[in-house]
């Protein structure tokens, strides 16, 4: 038996633009929202620190989760690979195998535990472009297979609300909704200003100058 | 395109009897197997000590994973919740919310990256009565769920091997394989012996029984 949706969430947040967009959207959705942060040994720690100025400008309650990862195999969490400077079609280097896969389920078994009504994350159309996990297929599978592998007797929706909207669309929305922006921290690596290099950088600043608005992290 | 199924399997062991029959087995079966550890805040760190006892008895590479979590809702993770003395129908108390969803993520992401084959666990019968995600329609909806969540070409299997054995036979198949069954722990509280009321040992000694063979750990 499925009882009525409830509507506590629970929300991903990665420091960067497109989650925070996701966590005010569901606030003013008017969900009561509980934010997961990883910290799984990403190139640099700034995108933790980005992420909980982010929730702690939202009001809203975090936990921060660690991980240590005893294997690597990309770009993201290590060193010794380049990242691309490039945005180069296929999966890029920056991919970490299973990531949403592993992110979603730490989420499942909260929401279970908080008796939350709804994961949101923020995955859209241009991530899938490369990442398998961010494709709508995937998240129709997820879905079907946490109803079988929970014990939860509330349903858990896993909503991502971005996934037919890019990056100018997402800005859009973000400024629409009040997003800090100047929290925010897209780059793949660390630093005062962003390297301007990395696809990261190259579809974040795409994005900006698409919707008409000016990045707050860029100094002109 | 999927190329010809690896020999490398991932080993999900967890320092109890079944896991560790299920590594005998994978070894059996040819395949080169790299065991990963969880080390998640068990009630008791016997249990992470028992798996690399039995991995280095079985001469396989290993990984122990560390994952800080930040919630409870589980005698198996919360000190505070009694470990139950009887066996009830229904979910235990020891029930790990989303345990193996999370624990088979990681499992694919690191055969992602070593590219291997296969995906071994040791979920059986008695264990889906009363966890969800040890049931045969759970792991078929996890593997639908890999297929689209991950970029590798290559087919990595889910395998239970166990899934429709009771414990007796699980016992009977660990005898034939030469398990170490003396370097096992099943009990959920730690100690120099088994507490022997946990419904973990009353299974334990259930199975041995039927199977007509004698428990190493416990004295006669």
Request: glycine share 8%.
């Amino acid at each position: 038996m499925k009882s009525k949706i409830s509507k506590t969430a629970v929300v991903l947040l990665s420091g960067g633009l497109d989650s925070a967009v996701v966590l005010c959207l569901a606030q003013a959705q008017g969900y009561q929202c509980q934010v997961l942060i990883f910290d799984y040994g990403q190139r640099h720690k700034q995108e933790v620190a980005c992420a909980v100025k982010i929730t702690k400008a939202s009001g809203c309650a975090y936990r921060i989760l660690k991980i240590n990862f005893p294997w690597k195999g990309s770009a993201l969490l290590d060193q010794k690979i380049k990242i691309p400077k490039k945005i180069t079609p296929g999966v890029p280097a920056t991919y970490v195998p299973a990531r949403n896969i592993m992110f979603l389920s730490f989420a499942l078994s909260w929401a279970e535990v908080i008796k939350a009504g709804a994961i949101f994350i923020g995955a859209h159309a241009q991530d899938y472009s490369g990442y398998p996990d961010c494709r709508p297929e995937f998240f129709k599978a997820f879905v079907k297979m946490a109803k079988v592998g929970l014990a939860a007797k509330h349903r858990i929706q896993i909503l991502a609300p971005l996934l037919n909207k890019n990056k100018a669309q997402i800005i859009g929305l973000g400024r629409e909704l009040g997003v800090p922006f100047n929290l925010t921290w897209s780059c793949y690596r660390a630093g005062k200003k962003p390297c301007g290099e990395c696809d990261s950088c190259h579809y974040r600043a795409k994005g900006f100058k698409e919707a008409g608005l000016i990045d707050p992290l860029i100094k002109r």
